[in-house]
């Protein structure tokens, strides 16, 4: 098997998919999942902003599942939000494309061949999913994060390095939970039996906070009614 892919003769052929990426699907940014997180992020930064926006208030008054994308996004300042976003869509996509391509071509020797199955995955397979959960967004939002993350963490568990992957599980549930823990639980089928138990340990121990913190606001009552309701009518592949 191929573990060891020349990167350097990749990276054109890397960027070069992106741009294809975005002129097929094209870039989506402040609409769509973003007007989740944008407004939250923005009254992160200035409190006084959305006063009387209920959603926003009950995102800023309990733990949800947007805290961590949002304050990541409220350390950046809002006149470089657009230039920022392309950056992290563009990091993200790059990191998402790379890993595929590794699986790829790690079961297949020609090069072409592998390009065509990262090709049909990303382009051709885009939009059938049911609820619309895609492998790729054109726009950055947690999930696009996660997968990017998670793809390593398939990888790195694939080729036996536990360790790594159980980290890069654990950050990509703290991106999109449902999306962090479907790739940890794909990641886990690699693993040994006593390795599997080393993963699941390490991964508990890094994402229990965020997901019993997650359940106890947003399954178990200690939020307000309305805001449940909200949340997991706006949001509902998240639950």
């Given at each position: 098997m191929n573990f060891g892919i020349k990167w350097k003769s990749e990276y054109l052929l890397f960027v070069s998919f992106y741009i294809i990426l975005i002129l097929v699907h094209g870039y989506t940014f402040g609409s769509n999942d973003q007007i989740d997180f944008m407004p939250y992020a923005r009254h992160?930064?200035?409190p006084g902003l959305y006063p009387r926006d209920f959603y926003i208030q009950c995102m800023t008054d309990h733990f949800n599942e947007r805290w961590l994308l949002a304050h990541f996004i409220a350390f950046i300042p809002?006149?470089?939000w657009p230039i920022s976003f392309l950056v992290i869509h563009a990091v993200c996509t790059l990191?998402?494309?790379a890993g595929l391509y590794q699986f790829s071509h790690n079961f297949i020797d020609n090069k072409i061949v592998s390009w065509w199955v990262v090709c049909i995955t990303l382009i051709f397979l885009y939009h059938i999913h049911l609820g619309g959960n895609e492998l790729y967004y054109n726009m950055v939002c947690g999930s696009l994060i996660?997968?990017?993350?998670g793809v390593w963490a398939l990888w790195f568990s694939y080729s036996s390095r536990w360790t790594l992957s159980a980290i890069l599980s654990g950050i990509s549930i703290y991106f999109?939970?449902?999306a962090g823990i479907q790739l940890f639980m794909l990641s886990i089928f690699f693993a040994i039996p006593p390795d599997r138990w080393k993963m699941?340990?390490?991964?508990?121990?890094l994402a229990f906070p965020y997901l019993y913190s997650l359940y106890t606001q947003l399954g178990h009552g200690l939020a307000s009614k309305?805001?449940?309701?909200?949340?997991?009518?706006r949001n509902p592949h998240h639950f």
């Open positions: 992160l930064q200035d809002y006149p470089a990191l998402l494309i996660a997968k990017a993350v999109h939970p449902v699941t340990s390490l991964v508990f121990i309305d805001f449940v309701i909200i949340m997991k009518f």
